[in-house]
């Protein structure tokens, strides 16, 4: 559920991508290991092999997205990392130590999705049971606030909606003071307001140098909230970089335009194009010079219903996976 301590301060961290992925280097306080190290870490379950020999380290204060699939090893990812299960092969640490105690020292909290909520008890006694069993908790009421609930800090934990009870399971893994926060889609069930809200919240946590590990669908959570994402595929980190660094790696720009009855032979001979996808009358032009792409375009007449846009994190998130599935 949670645990945790003190603040640490945040390092430096260097992201690094390529076109077939590779991990990010991540600079730590000379001496001080980071919050989060796996090498060559290994797990398998019967004849699935769900982590295929991952190497990561997230810099004590950093804020790191982790992406994937379903099934693409991010659930086993984060069970290693809280000591819920142990790797076949290689090494899973936290702040230099085994995560079991990383954990029973109260540094590391977590916000799981699983987890059924405790009956006949209210949202203040639950938050102070966990903190009462943290070396250095943080007050209950300051847990309450970033979480939105102090209003229900009276009210029965069974008898809320599953928005609030999210967000309980947030105060919850606030109630250590934790250095490690590590959310598992953590704004699932939330509306739009209260997504904004513990976004706010989180990143005024981070800015007290505490490390933040969490997973999500919403690409445009990783891309807005982290400062480093990993993008997780086949057991295997494929991609390691901030948001604009991966959505560099996929190269160029898109240009689309309506052929108007045109056929779509010889777009791809344009300057700068790469590649060209036909969706009914429009065409999709990937290119890395967009400027020469559309003055060409302009020569030949065809500029009806242009758009040109910069690759999106949608994109920059399957093309890894992609190359990792035609490898596999």
């Not at 720009?253 to 791809?268: M, N, Q, T």
């Not at 969706?279 to 999709?284: I, K, N, P, Q």
């Not at 375009?297 to 890894?320: H, K, N, Q, T, Y």
């Amino acid at each position: 559920m949670t645990k945790t301590t003190g603040t640490t301060k945040a390092t430096g961290t260097t992201g690094t991508t390529g076109s077939t992925g590779t991990t990010g280097t991540t600079g730590t306080m000379t001496g001080t290991p980071p919050a989060v190290s796996f090498t060559g870490a290994v797990r398998s379950f019967g004849a699935v092999r769900a982590l295929r020999g991952v190497d990561l380290r997230i810099a004590r204060g950093e804020t790191v997205a982790l992406l994937g699939r379903n099934g693409a090893g991010k659930s086993t990812t984060i069970a290693l990392l809280l000591g819920l299960t142990e790797p076949d092969e290689g090494r899973v640490e936290l702040f230099g130590d085994p995560p079991e105690a990383s954990v029973r020292a109260g540094r590391v909290g977590a916000m799981l999705q699983e987890g059924r909520t405790v009956p006949r008890v209210t949202v203040r006694e639950l938050v102070t049971f966990v903190a009462g069993r943290c070396p250095a908790p943080m007050p209950v009421a300051r847990a309450l606030e970033p979480a939105g609930i102090a209003d229900l800090a009276g009210r029965r934990v069974d008898r809320l909606s599953g928005g609030q009870t999210q967000r309980v399971r947030f105060a919850v893994a606030l109630a250590g003071n934790p250095a490690l926060i590590v959310l598992d889609e953590p704004t699932a069930a939330l509306d739009v307001e209260a997504r904004h809200a513990f976004w706010a919240s989180m990143r005024s946590y981070a800015r007290l140098g505490h490390t933040v590990l969490f997973s999500t669908h919403h690409l445009e959570e990783a891309d807005a909230y982290a400062d480093r994402i990993l993008v997780i595929d086949g057991g295997r980190i494929v991609a390691d970089g901030t948001g604009e660094q991966l959505k560099r790696a996929v190269g160029g720009s898109l240009v689309a335009l309506d052929l108007a009855g045109r056929g779509a032979e010889g777009l791809e001979l344009l300057p700068g194009v790469r590649s060209v996808e036909v969706r009914g009358d429009r065409a999709r032009l990937r290119t890395d010079d967009p400027d020469a792409t559309v003055i060409a375009l302009a020569g030949l007449g065809a500029i009806r219903g242009l758009e040109v846009a910069p690759a999106s994190l949608d994109e920059a998130f399957l093309a890894p996976t992609a190359r990792e599935r035609e490898a596999a």
